[in-house]
């Protein structure tokens, strides 16, 4: 009798172990990976959509897709204002590239003061301040601004995709077309705030007196 209560006690404790391996041994859940970062864990804040997910390689680096870090109460709210702003700055960059090397190439706007002939991008904010014109300026940007409040509420409110207005010159008439162009246009604006940053730097670091290539 003794020999059978303990065979079986054996047996309870085998199986128990047995459990304990299973639970002990079973696969971990695994992150996905950054694209950008292979060496680093994609942020799963990134996966909220907001109907502009373009140019999503899972570089976060700083976190600043955590809807926490903001002011908004919805993940959805804040990525559409975080995709909304890297959208407006990569064209404003784009824009900025153009005209700061149209400038120091020689490029000057019909009807320009004779004392603002030859000045150099990098010298015009200063003496358009001093000369009053950048006032006009900033008063055209806010006019820009106040406009397109209303199309940045429609995309808070998951209304409207992100840099969205409707300007597509006649392409991307269909879904996939318009797809690959959002593609294009989001690394485009990457490269032009690099760009835009890295000039400004170098000619400032040269003070002021480099110009086109800026090397």
């Not at 990525?79 to 400038?103: F, N, P, Q, S, T």
């Not at 006649?170 to 890295?198: P, T, V, Y």
Request: glycine letters at 14%.
């Amino acid at each position: 009798m003794y020999s059978k209560v303990a065979l079986l006690a054996l047996i309870g404790d085998a199986a128990a172990l047995n459990v304990a391996g299973a639970r002990r041994c079973s696969a971990p859940t695994m992150m996905a990976k950054s694209q950008a970062l292979p060496f680093a864990e994609r942020p799963t804040s990134l996966d909220v959509k907001v109907g502009y997910e373009c140019g999503d390689v899972g570089f976060d680096p700083l976190g600043l897709s955590n809807h926490e870090v903001g002011p908004f109460d919805t993940p959805e709210e804040h990525m559409a204002w975080m995709r909304e702003a890297e959208i407006k700055h990569g064209r404003i960059c784009m824009l900025g590239v153009i005209g700061w090397i149209g400038v120091d190439l020689g490029m000057k706007a019909p009807g320009l003061p004779k004392e603002l002939v030859g000045i150099s991008s990098y010298a015009a904010h200063d003496v358009t301040v001093a000369q009053g014109g950048l006032a006009v300026l900033m008063f055209a940007c806010g006019v820009f601004e106040i406009a397109g409040a209303g199309a940045i509420a429609a995309s808070l409110k998951g209304e409207r995709v992100p840099g969205d207005f409707a300007l597509t010159g006649g392409f991307g008439r269909n879904g996939q077309d318009l797809q690959k162009l959002r593609e294009n246009e989001i690394a485009h604006c990457r490269l032009a705030m690099m760009a835009f940053s890295g000039i400004a730097t170098q000619t400032a670091v040269q003070g002021g007196s480099i110009g086109f290539p800026y090397f």
